[in-house]
């Protein structure tokens, strides 16, 4: 007889979070260190399950949520595919409205994990490049059917319990995994859940700790400028206006990224780093290689960032339009 097997997970929802970070020696071998969040190793594939979980459980918690009840959300698909696999295993029927603009991989994993969704057709934007203008259609349809079925709306843009489930695991665990030695943290910003929770844990512990918000170039309204290109790669991220969850106390400064660069560093995680992954993940480590390369943070920095999600999201582009 064996032993008893004692390391077994209850379901899906354990296999949430606590995600390895990875040193992306091979992209930038120094000075310094450049970290990395395994955020695609997560159940539905991106960093949104984190939230999804937290924003359930703490409904469910509030009395706000009942079991079974039923729950709707406006979601790019990552939202959408976390808040799908949370679903499945609680229990509650999903409705998630998307524009058709973002990656249809997403609304087959949605299905696939049990949820309804409504494609909604785009405003400004085109295949792969989704305006607020879209974003807005998808969520004027949602909010149509939260008062036609009386269901849960999770309302990722305007729910604090977004950013609190980063503060509560993702921050927490940036901090345990590089023991305290971190003195810079960077992501892009698409609810600001991500930003906002690891940044508010990151200076609570060390307010020395840098922390840099990333926008796509011409559509950086953190950083202050009119919007001049609307249209980017980074899905999920880089709307044209500053989130609801958007504070300023927790930013240092901001660091602004091109198409090029994301898909240029997306493709150099896959060929020097054997990590496939999505355009954010590719926008976060170029910025991170141009903000050790300016030498500001010092000597030796470590640089923490996100890999927000698989690049299996995603239809494959064998060239794009700058490309031609
Ligand atoms: C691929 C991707 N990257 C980044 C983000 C931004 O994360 P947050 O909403 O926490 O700002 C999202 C959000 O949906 C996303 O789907």
Known sequence: MGSPQTDIKSSALELIGNTPLVALDRIWPGPGRLLAKCEFLNPGSSIKDRSSYGMIKKALDSGKLKPGDPILEVSSGNQGCGLALVCAVLGHPLTVTMSKGNSPQR????????????LID???GTPGNVTLADVSAAETKGLELVKETGAFYVDQFNNDNNSC?????????????????????????????????????LKKVNPEVKCFAVEPEGAQPIQGCEITKPLHLLQGSGYGAVPRLFKFDTMDETLSVTDQEAVEYKRLLGKKEGLYLGYTSGANVAAAVKLLKSGVLGKDPVVVTVLNDSGLKYPEILKYPFEQ
């Open 107 to 118: 609304a087959t994993m949605m299905r696939a994990l049990g949820a309804k969704v409504e």
């Open 122 to 124: 785009q405003v400004e």
């Open 165 to 201: 489930s980063h503060e509560e695991t993702t921050g927490p665990e940036i901090w345990k995994q590089t023991g305290g030695k971190i003195d810079a943290f960077l992501a892009t910003v698409g609810t600001a859940g991500t930003f906002m929770g690891v940044s508010r844990y």
